[in-house]
C-alpha cells in the first residue's frame, strides 16, 4: 500500500470511530435529548415527579375551557393512548389550537394535573394555501361522514 | 401587537420576516465587502 | 482527463481557472435569488396556518441545508488533503468555512425569528437546535484553530483534524428531528419521500436554495484566490500576479 492509501484507511477508521463513540455516546444520553414527554410516558411514571419537565401532544379537540379570570386556560393534552390536563395562566401563542400539537414546561400537581409555567405550539411540516387545507378537512370530514352512515349499515 | 397591527394595514408578522431576511442580506453584503476589501491588500 | 485533473491540483493552475468561473457563478446567484424572492413574495401563496409568518421558510431552509452541506465539504477537501497531501485541498476548506458559518447564523437567526410568532418562543434547547449551534462553534474554531497556526502544512492538518471529528454531528442536525422529542417539526422535502408543501412554495423554496449553492460557489472561489496569493506569495507567478491586480 501507498503511504497515501494507508493515511486514507487511517483517516476512515478514525471517522468510523469517532462516529461510534459518538453514538454510543447519545444513547446513553437518550433520556436527556428528549424534549418533552407525552402523557404515556407520564402515566407510566417515566416522567419526574417533583422536577419541571415538558409534556408534548395534541390539544384535545373541545377541551379548552377559559377561566372565569380571562387569563388561566385549562385544556387536555393526549398522545391518542393517554391524556393529562393542563392548567395555565398566560398568553397563548398564535399557533395554539385545538387538535394542533402543543409543548407545555411545568410540573406535576398534586391533583394529578400539570401546571404549565410556559406553553408553546408545536406545528407540523405541512404547508398550503388556506384554500387547499379548507378543501383538505371538509374531504376528511366527508369520510368520516361515510365511514360512520357505513358502520350504520 | 396582533389586532392593532392589524387595524393599521401592516401584517402582524412583517417584523420577523423583514427581521430574517435584512439581517441575511447584511450578513451577504458584509461577507462580500470584506472578501473584497482583503482582495485589494 | 485524469493528468488535467492533476495538473488543475496546483494552486498555480487553478488560480486563473477559479477567476473564469466566478463571474458565472456570481450571475447565476443573482438571477436564482431574484427569481426565487419573487416567488416568495408575490406568486406563492400564504399558509393556511402560519399565514405570513411562513415566508421565513423561503431564506431559513436553504441556509440550514448550505451549512449542513458547506460542512461536509469543506471536511471532505480537508480529509482529502490529509491523506493525499495536497495543498489545494487545505485552501480550498478555508475558502469554505467562513461561507458555512455564515450560513449557520443565518438560520440559527431566522430560525429564532420564526420560531417566536409560530412556536411562542425565540429559543429552545431541543436537540435540533442545539446541535446546529453546536455547528456554529465547530465553524469557528475551525477557524480559528488555522488561524492560530503559523505554518501553513500544519494549520491543514490540524484544522483537518478538528473538522473530520466534527461530521459526526450533521447526521445528528439532520435526523435529530426523528432520533427524538423536538419542538422543531419533520422535514417537509426528503428524498425518501413527496414533499409536504404545495407545489408554488417548494419551487420558491428550490430557486433559493440553488441560489444559495452558486452564491456559495462564487464566494469560496473567491476567497480561495484570495488564499492562493497569501500562501504563494514568494513564488514568482504571484508576485506577477498582484502586480497587475
Known sequence: MKPRHQRMVAIGAGVALIAIAAALVLNAFQGNVVFFFSPSQIAAREAPQDKTFRVGGMVEKGSLKRQADGLTVTFIVTDTAKSIPVTYTGILPDLFKEGKGVVAQGKLGPDGAFHASEVLAKHDENYMPPEAAHALSKAEAEKAAKSVTGGAR | ?41 | MNSELFRLAAPQAFFPVAGKMLPWFSFLAGALALAGLYVAFFVAPTDATQGEAYRIIFIHVPAAWMSMFIYVMMAGWAGFGLAMNTRLSGMMSSALAPTGAMFTFIALWTGALWGKPTWGTYWAWDARMTSELVLLFLYLGFIALKGAIQDPARADRAGAILALVGVVNVPIIYFSVQWWNTLHQGASVSLTRAPSMAAVMLLGMLLMALAAWMYSIAVALARLRRIILERERDAEWAKLQRSTA
Open chain 2, 1 to 41: 401587537m396582533g389586532e392593532a397591527a392589524k387595524e393599521h394595514g401592516v401584517n402582524e408578522y412583517a417584523f420577523f420576516v423583514w427581521g430574517s431576511y435584512g439581517v441575511a442580506a447584511l450578513c451577504i453584503f458584509l461577507e462580500i465587502y470584506f472578501l473584497n476589501r482583503k482582495n485589494k491588500q
